[in-house]
């Protein structure tokens, strides 16, 4: 039996051409169903009337530009504007038509080792002067693709030493809520593994803990149209030098930062102009300067305040001109024309000083003005910290109230290079002698925090700068108290029982892989989710089982899958086109984009977005010489429709519905 062929075609579609509309007027990504006679579009009536039809998909493809001096004989030897469209074909052999929409909830999966917030009894239990060995593992195709194989990495934590004065059990082992935090840090910091989750404490404790002195934060978001480069980040970054701005999102032409502050709007950011060189359609305030020959021309006059008006006086096909020096009555000119610009006839006092190649189109817009807006909160926390340092002029101090004002001043102007130091804090403790001082400070967490629904985020201090070969510790004796007699009194032993666990969420692989600038046709989209367990690691010598207990371990949601998201889409286009010989090359750096612009290859997708589709199965009869069964060939078209365009995925159902009365409808 012989396999029939098949020949996939896929395409963008943004517009139903009306009918009667002739195929050489197609616009860019509009579609229509064709008479193979007239080569004109068919009302949906008509198309039944029909024998053989064929469908078509108007280019946006511009022609190659000519390279330099001369006029190219195959200046589109590729044909990259020609129209996309099918083989001829019976209309009673389309069968199948499919319609499909785009899955955009991505979830991850999520874990719970120990407490998950509803049993109370499946807390995690730590007894003091006791090291525990947690064995975690990840899987999953993003694991494979780093490590070429599943990977075990061992977490180990270790507990107080026992202090049978001080030593509470809550019945069941130390209390947890001593060690969680310690050990949620030491998954999220772990050599290997760390890097495919991120892990939260979930506590719940029978007197509420004293919480640490919060300070409240603000998020500002800025979305501006730029290039979404370098450049365009440290331009917002020189007008906010106080703050830390980050990119967070970049939807071409748009780019988002933001960043962490006290309350109150940052203020607007001001553009004096602005160039997108990869723009596609211009955004709304923007005004299109078409690409060309650009060139350096100069003309004697005075320098008059029109310069696109000087310049078409000389060369009428300038599109756009730009003033470079005035000197000595001769305007220098950066132009772009619509043709290779030559020197004027004799008489003309201008000429062509350098042809400069080709240009892209571009957007352009003069000064704007962009207020920030709120976009969320975070928080950090701070802690009490003491310095203890020896005066070196301790015997000439003594006796002269001698207040460390000096060594104060000093230690001010070092915690100052410090972001994590908490301004005005710094004090000279009540109780330092002339001999010994000791400083208290406080000091912000070193990043910001946000809580999840069910989980509290965890604090992660750096060091203060040390001073004078000192460090920055925890206060001793906090709690302690003297009595009656001058003899230290600890504290009381802390009786509050808390359950503890630790809730593990996969990151989604666009987090794990490394990201281009531009499109990367060869990097591997990988939708398989992280999959994680965790144990208590047993030594293989450990043969009685009674003995073996490990927390509880809940798969509490399951990961699903996008489709139909812009990268996903943009793989089966640049195929179709490649295998019609159309050129491609990935789009990893400056010069690929240029090529491609050079080119003028437009593809029609923004990878960030979701898609509509419709394929559509139909056979087109091949019987030459054969007398093997199934000799047709099968075709499959399928239809991409931006998620923003829904009206014309219905008008594209109802055409191909309508059209094809004998068809299969799925999904309609």
Same mark, same amino acid.
């Given at each position: 039996?012989?396999?029939?062929?098949?020949?996939?075609?896929?395409?963008?579609?943004?517009?139903?051409?009306?009918?009667?509309?002739?195929?050489?007027?197609?616009?860019?990504?509009?579609?229509?169903?064709?008479?193979?006679?007239?080569?004109?579009?068919?009302?949906?009536?008509?198309?039944?009337?029909?024998?053989?039809?064929?469908?078509?998909?108007?280019?946006?493809?511009?022609?190659?530009?000519?390279?330099?001096?001369?006029?190219?004989?195959?200046?589109?030897?590729?044909?990259?504007?020609?129209?996309?469209?099918?083989?001829?074909?019976?209309?009673?052999?389309?069968?199948?038509?499919?319609?499909?929409?785009?899955?955009?909830?991505?979830?991850?999966?999520?874990?719970?080792?120990?407490?998950?917030?509803?049993?109370?009894?499946?807390?995690?239990?730590?007894?003091?002067?006791?090291?525990?060995?947690?064995?975690?593992?990840?899987?999953?195709?993003?694991?494979?693709?780093?490590?070429?194989?599943?990977?075990?990495?061992?977490?180990?934590?270790?507990?107080?030493?026992?202090?049978?004065?001080?030593?509470?059990?809550?019945?069941?082992?130390?209390?947890?809520?001593?060690?969680?935090?310690?050990?949620?840090?030491?998954?999220?910091?772990?050599?290997?593994?760390?890097?495919?989750?991120?892990?939260?404490? +979930?506590?719940?404790?029978?007197?509420?803990?004293? @919480?640490?002195?919060?300070? =409240?934060? /603000?998020? &500002?978001? #800025?979305?501006?149209?730029?290039?979404?480069?370098?450049?365009?980040?440290?331009?917002?970054?020189?007008?906010?030098?106080?703050?830390?701005?980050?990119?967070?999102?970049?939807?071409?032409?748009?780019?988002?930062?933001?960043?962490?502050?006290?309350?109150?709007?940052?203020?607007?950011?001001?553009?004096?102009?602005?160039?997108?060189?990869?723009?596609?359609?211009?955004?709304?305030?923007?005004?299109?300067?078409?690409?060309?020959?650009?060139?350096?021309?100069?003309?004697?006059?005075?320098?008059?305040?029109?310069?696109?008006?000087?310049?078409?006086?000389?060369?009428?096909?300038?599109?756009?001109?730009?003033?470079?020096?005035?000197?000595?009555?001769?305007?220098?000119?950066?132009? +772009?024309?619509?043709?290779?610009?030559?020197?004027? @006839?004799?008489?003309?006092? =201008?000429? /062509?000083? &350098?042809? #400069?190649?080709?240009?892209?189109?571009?957007?352009?817009?003069?000064?704007?003005?962009?207020?920030?807006?709120?976009?969320?909160?975070?928080?950090?926390?701070?802690?009490?910290?003491?310095?203890?340092?020896?005066?070196?002029?301790?015997?000439?101090?003594?006796?002269?109230?001698?207040?460390?004002?000096?060594?104060?001043?000093?230690?001010?102007?070092?915690?100052?290079?410090?972001?994590?130091?908490?301004?005005?804090?710094?004090?000279?403790?009540?109780?330092?002698?002339?001999?010994?001082?000791?400083?208290?400070?406080?000091?912000?967490?070193?990043?910001?925090?946000?809580?999840?629904?069910?989980?509290?985020?965890?604090?992660?201090?750096?060091?203060?700068?040390?001073?004078?070969?000192?460090?920055?510790?925890?206060?001793?004796?906090?709690?302690?108290?003297?009595?009656?007699?001058?003899?230290?009194?600890?504290?009381?032993?802390?009786?509050?029982?808390?359950?503890?666990?630790?809730?593990?969420?996969?990151?989604?692989?666009?987090?794990?892989?490394?990201?281009?600038?531009?499109?990367?046709?060869?990097?591997?989209?990988?939708?398989?989710?992280?999959?994680?367990?965790?144990?208590?690691?047993?030594?293989?010598?450990?043969?009685?089982?009674?003995?073996?207990?490990?927390?509880?371990?809940?798969?509490?949601?399951?990961?699903?899958?996008?489709?139909?998201?812009?990268?996903?889409?943009?793989?089966?286009?640049?195929?179709?086109?490649?295998?019609?010989?159309?050129?491609?090359?990935?789009?990893?750096?400056?010069?690929?984009?240029?090529?491609?612009?050079?080119?003028?290859?437009?593809?029609?997708?923004?990878?960030?977005?979701?898609?509509?589709?419709?394929?559509?199965?139909?056979?087109?009869?091949?019987?030459?010489?054969?007398?093997?069964?199934?000799?047709?060939?099968?075709?499959?078209?399928?239809?991409?429709?931006?998620?923003?365009?829904?009206?014309?995925?219905?008008?594209?159902?109802?055409?191909?519905?309508?059209?094809?009365?004998?068809?299969?409808?799925?999904?309609?």
């Amino acid at each position: 039996m012989a396999f029939p062929q098949s020949i996939p075609s896929n395409w963008v579609v943004r517009k139903v051409a009306s009918t009667s509309t002739h195929l050489s007027d197609l616009k860019p990504f509009e579609f229509g169903i064709f008479d193979e006679d007239t080569h004109n579009s068919l009302s949906l009536a008509d198309v039944a009337k029909r024998r053989n039809v064929y469908f078509a998909v108007g280019n946006p493809n511009t022609r190659q530009f000519t390279q330099g001096s001369k006029v190219e004989r195959l200046g589109n030897q590729n044909n990259s504007d020609v129209t996309y469209r099918t083989e001829v074909f019976p209309t009673k052999q389309l069968d199948l038509v499919r319609a499909q929409t785009p899955v955009t909830d991505e979830k991850q999966n999520v874990y719970y080792l120990g407490y998950n917030g509803i049993d109370v009894c499946n807390t995690l239990k730590f007894e003091c002067g006791q090291t525990y060995t947690f064995q975690v593992q990840v899987r999953g195709r993003a694991v494979r693709q780093i490590f070429m194989h599943e990977m075990r990495e061992l977490i180990e934590f270790t507990t107080d030493c026992c202090d049978d004065c001080t030593q509470t059990d809550c019945s069941v082992g130390e209390d947890c809520h001593k060690y969680i935090d310690a050990l949620v840090e030491r998954f999220n910091t772990g050599l290997w593994v760390s890097r495919f989750f991120k892990a939260e404490k +979930v506590i719940n404790c029978g007197t509420p803990l004293a @919480a640490l002195d919060e300070t =409240a934060f /603000v998020k &500002y978001c #800025l979305t501006v149209c730029d290039n979404g480069d370098e450049i365009a980040l440290s331009n917002v970054q020189l007008q906010y030098p106080t703050y830390d701005v980050k990119r967070i999102e970049r939807s071409a032409p748009y780019s988002t930062y933001q960043v962490i502050k006290t309350a109150g709007l940052p203020t607007a950011f001001s553009q004096s102009s602005v160039v997108l060189t990869e723009c596609g359609d211009c955004p709304s305030g923007f005004t299109e300067v078409a690409g060309g020959f650009a060139s350096l021309v100069e003309i004697d006059n005075a320098n008059p305040a029109d310069a696109l008006a000087a310049v078409q006086a000389v060369w009428a096909t300038a599109t756009s001109a730009s003033l470079v020096r005035f000197e000595n009555g001769t305007s220098q000119y950066y132009v +772009v024309s619509s043709t290779l610009l030559a020197n004027p @006839a004799a008489g003309v006092d =201008a000429a /062509v000083i &350098y042809q #400069l190649g080709t240009v892209p189109d571009t957007c352009t817009s003069g000064a704007t003005t962009t207020a920030w807006i709120a976009c969320g909160t975070a928080y950090k926390v701070t802690r009490d910290l003491c310095i203890t340092i020896g005066n070196d002029d301790c015997d000439a101090a003594e006796g002269v109230g001698f207040d460390g004002a000096e060594v104060l001043a000093r230690l001010t102007a070092t915690l100052a290079n410090d972001p994590t130091y908490v301004r005005g804090s710094l004090a000279l403790d009540a109780d330092s002698t002339a001999c010994v001082l000791r400083f208290t400070a406080s000091q912000f967490n070193n990043d910001f925090l946000e809580d999840g629904c069910d989980t509290l985020a965890v604090a992660k201090f750096d060091d203060l700068l040390g001073f004078e070969g000192q460090r920055w510790v925890v206060c001793p004796c906090e709690g302690w108290t003297v009595n009656g007699d001058g003899c230290p009194v600890p504290p009381a032993a802390d009786t509050n029982c808390c359950q503890c666990g630790i809730k593990f969420t996969g990151l989604p692989t666009e987090q794990l892989l490394d990201q281009f600038g531009g499109y990367d046709f060869a990097t591997y989209l990988e939708k398989d989710p992280i999959e994680l367990s965790v144990t208590v690691f047993r030594d293989d010598r450990e043969t009685d089982i009674c003995k073996i207990e490990s927390p509880t371990w809940l798969h509490a949601q399951r990961a699903t899958y996008r489709q139909l998201r812009g990268d996903d889409v943009i793989k089966q286009i640049i195929l179709d086109r490649f295998y019609n010989q159309e050129p491609w090359v990935n789009q990893t750096d400056k010069t690929n984009q240029l090529f491609l612009q050079r080119e003028g290859i437009k593809l029609g997708i923004d990878v960030s977005k979701f898609y509509y589709a419709i394929t559509v199965y139909f056979n087109k009869e091949y019987r030459v010489n054969v007398n093997a069964s199934h000799s047709d060939i099968r075709n499959a078209m399928t239809l991409y429709v931006s998620e923003d365009d829904l009206s014309v995925f219905t008008q594209l159902k109802q055409v191909l519905g309508t059209a094809f009365t004998e068809a299969k409808l799925e999904n309609f």
